[in-house]
């Protein structure tokens, strides 16, 4: 992987510009739009938030499993958890454990998904805040 150094606001600009049009010469023009994603550490690999604590996927199974149930017996005892938790009106949507870990991933908890932007400004947030 290639990688740059970035040193200002502009460097960013210019390199997410050279990106997106394809015209790194070691890049071929791009077919979709460029998913952008930050890493506060670079240390981190592209793992998710929870495959970083585990060892196995059995592991990482069962964290998950408990993680969204207690997230899901957390939150359902606050009166207005409605308003809290953005999951859709269709009472299918509150048995979906995917829509609980986009949700759970919204509030830091460790979930087995990457967070992606279509906006490079949001990769950069994340790459430059701290933990």
Same mark, same amino acid.
């Given at each position: 992987?290639?990688?740059?150094?970035?040193?200002?606001?502009?460097?960013?600009?210019?390199?997410?510009?050279?990106?997106?049009?394809?015209?790194?010469?070691?890049?071929?023009?791009?077919? /979709?739009?460029?998913?952008?994603?930050?890493?506060?550490?670079?240390?981190?690999?592209?793992?998710?938030?929870?495959?970083?604590?585990?060892?196995?996927?059995?592991?990482?199974?069962?964290?998950?499993?408990?993680?969204?149930?207690? /997230?899901?017996?957390? =939150?359902?005892?606050?009166?207005?958890?409605?308003?809290?938790?953005?999951?859709?009106?269709?009472?299918?949507?509150?048995?979906?454990?995917?829509?609980?870990?986009?949700?759970?991933?919204?509030?830091?908890?460790?979930?087995?998904?990457?967070?992606?932007?279509?906006?490079?400004?949001?990769?950069? /947030?994340?790459? =430059?805040?701290?933990?």
């Amino acid at each position: 992987m290639k990688k740059f150094d970035i040193n200002d606001y502009e460097d960013f600009e210019n390199i997410i510009s050279y990106a997106s049009a394809g015209t790194l010469s070691w890049q071929p023009k791009p077919l /979709f739009e460029p998913l952008y994603r930050g890493h506060s550490k670079k240390t981190y690999q592209l793992k998710s938030g929870i495959a970083r604590c585990c060892k196995s996927a059995k592991e990482i199974q069962e964290l998950e499993e408990n993680l969204i149930n207690d /997230f899901k017996k957390l =939150v359902t005892n606050i009166s207005d958890y409605k308003n809290i938790i953005h999951l859709n009106e269709e009472i299918s949507d509150y048995e979906n454990d995917w829509r609980w870990l986009e949700q759970m991933q919204h509030f830091r908890i460790p979930t087995r998904l990457l967070d992606w932007s279509l906006k490079p400004e949001i990769a950069l /947030f994340f790459a =430059v805040e701290s933990d």
